[in-house]
């Protein structure tokens, strides 16, 4: 699979109360480790930039730091430390104000973020895949019973993988919360919380979230409290903190609702809670864009655009009137709502918001360059990205993704480490775009890369295995267009199946698919090569993996084993490996027939192809009695497909009668078969070689006359055929001493 990286930036506003000196700690995040709190340590060395001040630079241990402030508020305008970054990339610049609760700058190393991501995507993806298995088998014992018609079943089982398949695509964005959490802020209630939803003990977060009472009475005793606070303003200042924190605390337990209903395949349930944070702060920008993207991802784009206009509203109108505090706000939401835009489509909105996001960090960058560089390159390389999806635009592409590149390239001087991955995704996005474009020599000289970027990030973290073994597949496609390049495209593809195997021991949910797809495009490649015991290697493997899945989620991947079983049959078939054929057509005919079961009008026809070849292998192992019965099921198939749909269905029903002719003379029921010719002749007289087989079992049956007029007929489009089959039925003992002299006949007048 070919992979685009955009670049995403995340958006938060927090605000604090007031005193003289201001306290702040440039720290670690605080973990959790085997179900205990680490506390997070701090980063002695930092430099800490407050707009109008020296830079500060942290020398205590702990990672503290203070300074005078002489206004309400104060602008943090940087935080740096070698190799680091900040876990909130809204906290620096950004405005605060004063207060006798410190200020928590928290920082991490690129590697160690994307490792709590990977980790907790994978225990989400796992309880995901859990609620998945859980309501497939609820919704087939509800079939069993007969509870629900095959209609329901069906509509159920199409909901539950649309269900799932939005929810995977919120899986990243959870992952991403748990990222950033800094468990030294989260009290004990919300860590327990948050816990348990990455463990996915989905009932125990009802229960402790329910503990606190009814959210819905606890939202009207806030309005209450709200409405108290407009009619007196009296002790006003404390009262509206108890306010603000309640909003907080609220805010923290809807979206908690919000993770535990995503997580159930509960979807209603979750909008309701996303939406009811949103409606607790319609000025809170993060609020209503993750509204807006949770809406949009379910196919409820109006809905969401509400949410998309709102948050742009409001970081417009708070830039309009602090233009230096909220100009990077607005930015960033301009991105963060570009971008879903991007994801459902909308390209023309998308590409705007992009565009006006880039003038706005181009501008920012002008007075702090170190902050808003980075910010510009990854617009570039996010509207480079849209234009390179367009075959109209896509020239627009690159002097964007280069333009990015010079911004990363001038400044990753001291911190290489960080913007290492940037690079190497831009370079991945520049290869696919000189391919699309057919300057394969430069795809190949960026992919390559990209390679040894992300063979550099890996030494120092699994976490850049996907985009590794991603760019491996790419490099491997491009080498298989051009003849001449096909061991480097084999190296490549194997080094990517190796990483592909590596992260699928880790997690099987997330990583085996993609490792049997790979396996099946090997496979495809070495049989079109002729390297059949190295494709079948590869396919065996594949198919493998396909029944390990196939245990945890049958809904989704039996169709992927009957079809792979099926074609590798076939292959057996044709090599004349036939005791294989027969195992694999029948673990196919298994499947397909568990398919057909659950939606009959898509998957009978297959069970019917298979039914078909099995019993070919069964004719050719002489196993005359199995074969009979697989024909004879089929024909019953065929004959209920025909009545429905008889353009598309009489040709196979045909077909069939042709088989079962066949089959009769190997049986030497000579009339039998002349009884199926005709009638397969009857629905389609296009299938010559029901002709041949009409033309044998006539001339066997002494009916010689009749006989020759067909092999007059057709000697010529039929020549090969006649004799091949003369020669089976000879072999087999299957032509009556009484019709050998005509046999002779035939075959001079053929010949």
């Known amino acids: 699979m070919k ?87 809204d906290a620096a610049p950004k405005t605060y104000k004063l207060s006798s609760a410190p200020v928590y700058l928290v920082m991490e190393t690129p590697s160690q973020q994307m490792e709590k991501k990977l980790k907790a995507e994978r225990k989400l993806r796992t309880t995901l895949s859990n609620k998945l298995q859980q309501r497939e088998a609820e919704i087939e014992e509800l079939k069993e019973q007969n509870r629900i018609t095959r209609e329901q079943y069906l509509a159920a089982m199409q909901q539950i993988y649309d269900l799932h398949d939005s929810n995977v695509q919120l899986i990243g964005d959870m992952a991403d919360y748990y990222s950033r959490i800094d468990y030294d802020q989260l009290d004990d209630f919300n860590t327990q919380v948050s816990e348990l939803i990455l463990e996915g003990r989905l009932t125990l977060v009802d229960s402790l979230l329910r503990s606190k009472g009814d959210i819905n009475e606890r939202i009207r005793q806030l309005n209450k409290h709200h409405e108290a606070n407009v009619q007196t303003r009296e002790q006003l200042e404390k009262s509206e903190a108890v306010e603000q924190f309640d909003r907080e605390d609220l805010a923290r337990d809807c979206y908690s609702f919000f993770r535990r209903f995503v997580l159930d395949n509960q979807l209603d349930s979750a909008a309701c809670y996303i939406e009811m944070r949103a409606a607790l702060d319609t000025g809170n920008c993060q609020w209503q864009a993750d509204a807006g993207s949770f809406l949009m991802r379910r196919g409820l784009s109006t809905r969401a655009g509400e949410y998309f ?156 295995i996907p985009e590794y073994a991603a760019t491996l597949n790419n490099l491997s496609a491009l080498y298989f267009k051009n003849p001449s390049l096909l061991d480097k495209g084999f190296e490549m593809l194997n080094r990517a199946l190796e990483a592909y195997r590596q992260l699928a021991s880790e997690d099987s949910g997330q990583f085996a698919p993609a490792l049997a797809v790979a396996l099946n495009n090997l496979s495809v490649l070495d049989f079109s090569l002729n390297r059949t015991e190295e494709g079948e290697a590869a396919f065996t493997e594949a198919l493998d993996i396909y029944r390990g899945l196939v245990n945890d989620s ?68 002489l196993n005359w009695a199995k074969a009979e019965r697989l024909y004879q099921e089929e024909l019953g198939i065929n004959r209920a497909l025909a009545v429905k749909s008889p353009d598309e269905y009489n040709s196979h029903l045909a077909r069939n009668y042709g088989n079962l002719s066949n089959h009769a003379i190997l049986v030497k029921n000579f009339a039998q078969a002349v009884e199926y010719a005709r009638a397969g002749l009857a629905i389609d007289n296009s299938r010559l ?32 055929t006649f004799l091949d089959d003369f020669d089976q039925f000879e072999s087999l003992g299957i032509i009556p001493a009484e019709a050998q002299e005509s046999v002779k006949n035939i075959k001079q007048m053929i010949n």
């Open 3 to 89: 992979r685009s990286l955009f670049f995403i930036l995340c958006l938060s506003l927090t605000l604090g109360a007031v005193s003289q000196t201001q306290t702040g700690y440039v720290k670690t995040p605080g973990r959790m480790v085997n179900g205990k709190r680490v506390p997070g340590e701090g980063l002695k060395g930092a430099t800490v930039q407050v707009r109008g001040r020296t830079s500060i630079l942290v020398k205590n241990a702990d990672g503290s730091f203070s300074f005078p402030v002489s206004a309400k508020q104060f602008v943090i305008q940087s935080v740096k430390k070698n190799g680091y970054q900040l876990v909130d990339a």
């Open 309 to 464: 206009d709102r948050a742009l509203k409001t970081a417009r109108d708070l830039a309009s009137d602090t233009p230096e505090q909220y100009e990077p706000l607005l930015a960033r939401t301009m991105t963060n709502v570009a971008l879903l835009y991007a994801e459902a489509g909308d390209v023309a909105a998308a590409r705007l918001l992009f565009d006006q996001a880039l003038d706005l960090f181009k501008r920012l960058s002008q007075s702090a360059p170190s902050t808003y560089r980075p910010l510009v390159a990854s617009a570039l390389n996010n509207l480079g990205l849209l234009y390179a999806a367009s075959s109209v635009d896509m020239d627009k592409a690159e002097p964007l993704f280069k333009e990015a590149l010079d911004i990363y390239a001038t400044d990753s001087a001291d911190n290489a480490d960080i913007y290492a991955p940037a690079v190497a995704s831009i370079w991945n996005n520049l290869a696919l775009l000189y391919e699309a474009k057919g300057r394969d020599n430069d795809s190949e000289q960026m992919y390559l890369q990209a390679l040894q970027a992300y063979q550099r990030l890996c030494a120092s973290s699994d976490s850049y």
């Open 554 to 621: 049958p809904g989704r991947y039996l169709p992927m084993l009957a079809k792979g079983t099926y074609e590798q049959a076939i292959r057996y078939y044709r090599g004349n490996a036939l005791d294989m054929s027969e195992t694999l057509f029948n673990e196919s005919l298994a499947a397909y027939r568990t398919l057909a079961s659950r939606d009959e009008d898509a998957y009978l026809p297959d069970v019917a192809k298979v039914l078909r070849n099995l019993a070919n292998v069964y004719d050719k192992q």
């Open 689 to 720: 070689f029901i002709q041949a087989n009409l033309a044998a079992a006539l001339l066997f049956m002494g009916e010689t006359s009749e006989a020759e007029k067909i092999y007059q007929k057709y000697k010529l489009e039929l020549r090969d």
